[in-house]
């Protein structure tokens, strides 16, 4: 699956060095994104957990057209994005200590699109594109927050998950990176554009071989996918 990737993104590369008589742009662009975490339950291989982040992503992309309507589109993010749970008490039917986490994550993609714009009007456009994006992510970690009858305290020391846990290697949850495939639509004005879609994720995050088995023989937390919702504005800083 990664060589595969790794070919197809040289192919639209190479694609898009040679597209040098055609229209293409380089530009900027900011907007809302969702990393989504799936896991699966201990309890349960088809029932799946789901962490819904939201936060930003902020990047450059550059287009190249190689005929008319039909060209790829390169570019650079770097996503933030965070998510709190809802209170709940730590202990079932005693209404003291309540609990709730703080998902955070950070991370850089490498994204490369087929994308086909239908001209509506003069230098107005619609556009498809879809294609695959390398992730690397940064950081992601859940923080457990517990309140009690005197306050709110924060307990730095219990991770659910992360890249490191405890500074111990041995305890790493996650792979540094991940590929997804995404589908979206876009509106481009002149230099202005608009673009959404989703994110689907290609690889399992998880080192489940780093996952001690449970006295049941189960591993948990060993099955996932993470996805991602996003949607952007941006503006073309140089066209030709």
Not at 33 to 48: G, H, V
Not at 94 to 106: E, G, L
Not at 135 to 148: A, D, F, G, P, V
Request: glycine share 10%; proline share 3%.
């Amino acid at each position: 699956m990664r060589r595969a990737t790794t070919i197809l993104c040289s192919l639209l590369l190479a694609i898009s060095a040679i597209a040098q008589d055609e229209m293409g742009g380089f530009g900027f662009h900011i907007g809302y994104a969702s990393p989504t975490l799936r896991i699966n339950t201990p309890t349960s291989k088809q029932k799946l957990e789901t962490v819904l982040m939201n936060g930003m992503k902020v990047g450059f992309s550059y287009d190249a057209t190689i005929a008319k309507g039909f060209g790829t589109t390169l570019g650079l993010n770097y996503t933030y994005a965070t998510h709190y749970s809802q209170w709940e008490y730590l202990y079932p039917g005693m209404s003291t200590d309540q609990a709730r986490y703080r998902d955070t994550y950070q991370g850089l993609e490498i994204f490369c699109d087929w994308q086909y714009k239908f001209e509506i009007a003069g230098d107005t456009y619609l556009m498809l594109y879809t294609g695959p994006t390398i992730q690397c992510h940064l950081s992601l970690k859940e923080q457990e927050y517990i309140r009690t009858a005197t306050g709110v305290e924060e307990d730095k020391k219990r991770t659910h998950y992360g890249y490191t846990y405890r500074d111990n290697a041995e305890f790493e949850d996650f792979k540094r990176v991940n590929v997804t495939w995404g589908v979206g639509a876009g509106f481009q004005y002149k230099r202005y554009f608009l673009r959404g879609g989703y994110d689907f994720g290609l690889l399992n995050p998880y080192k489940s071989d780093q996952f001690p088995e449970r006295e049941d023989g189960t591993k948990p937390w060993t099955r996932g996918r993470f996805d991602q919702w996003q949607i952007k504005i941006g503006m073309y800083l140089w066209q030709f």
